[in-house]
């Protein structure tokens, strides 16, 4: 099974992308988590990704896109994966589209998860994000047993750089102008599913296993 995920910035994405991954198998790939792990390890992918994201802009598409197709190539995705945050421009699904097609395969779902830009700022702000393995928590919708320790790897929990309320908006506007026009995109291809993303995370996922099946 080959998922997208989509939806703007805190609509749930990456909750819900590590729910399917571990009730279904498939490997959760996150280019948000892989550009933090190179910031974290300090590399040149790294430092150049910082310097987008600080600022609420999108990582160039040269940037991305080969180190999805590197990843997707890998042994464990062989049966399918879910994608999260990948892609978000029309080149990087085109991108995505072309490189699967060669291999004679393509995406199953592409799943909207709908949160209007209100309820965004609120969530964000209480959001914490695991820095070992990018898990993602809420202080109050979905708190860790410990706090500020990650439930899954006992990582360190951390307030990502790009979740002060003046970057969010920005990353809502960016969301708006490069990433929403994938919602059309999928539906001309017959694969988008949209899921309500304002109810609880359980809730949402329920949705998201009706389709899925
Ligand atoms: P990325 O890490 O992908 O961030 P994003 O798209 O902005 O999305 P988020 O991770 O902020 O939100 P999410 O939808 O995963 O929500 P979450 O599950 O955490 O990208 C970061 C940056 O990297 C980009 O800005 C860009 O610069 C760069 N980048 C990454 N990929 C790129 C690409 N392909 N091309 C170019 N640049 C790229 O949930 C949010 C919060 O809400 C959490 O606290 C959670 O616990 C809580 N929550 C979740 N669901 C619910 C619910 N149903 N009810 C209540 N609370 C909930
Ligand atoms: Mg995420």
Same mark, same amino acid.
């Given at each position: ?24 198998? #498939? &490997?959760?790939?996150?280019?948000? %988590?892989?550009?933090? !792990?190179? =910031?974290? @390890?300090?590399? +040149? ?44 421009? #029309? &080149?990087?699904?085109?991108?995505? %589209?072309?490189?699967? !097609?060669? =291999?004679? @395969?393509?995406? +199953? ?51 990502? %750089? ?52």
């Amino acid at each position: 099974m080959k998922i997208v995920m989509l939806g703007a910035p805190g609509a749930g994405k990456g909750t819900q992308a590590k729910m399917i991954s571990e009730k279904y198998g #498939i &490997p959760h790939i996150s280019t948000g %988590d892989i550009f933090r !792990a190179n =910031i974290k @390890e300090n590399t +040149d992918l790294g430092k150049k990704a910082k310097e987008y994201m600080d600022k609420g802009l999108l990582v160039p598409d040269e940037l991305v896109v080969d180190l999805v197709v590197d990843r997707l190539a890998q042994d464990d995705a062989k049966k399918g994966y879910v994608l999260d945050g990948f892609p978000r421009t #029309i &080149p990087q699904a085109e991108a995505l %589209d072309e490189a699967l !097609a060669k =291999i004679g @395969e393509k995406l +199953d779902y592409a799943i909207d998860v709908d949160v209007p830009d209100e309820n965004i700022i609120n969530r964000m702000s209480g959001r914490r994000a695991c820095v070992s393995c990018g898990g993602t928590y809420h202080i109050k919708y979905n708190p860790t047993k410990k706090e500020g320790i990650c439930d899954a790897c006992g990582g360190e929990l951390i307030l990502r %750089d790009d979740d002060k309320p003046e970057t969010v908006t920005k990353r809502l506007n960016v969301y708006h102008e490069q990433t929403q026009p994938l919602i059309d995109y999928y539906t001309k291809a017959g694969i988008l599913k949209e899921v309500d993303g304002t109810v609880d995370l359980d809730a949402v996922f329920e949705a998201i296993v009706k389709i899925l099946g």
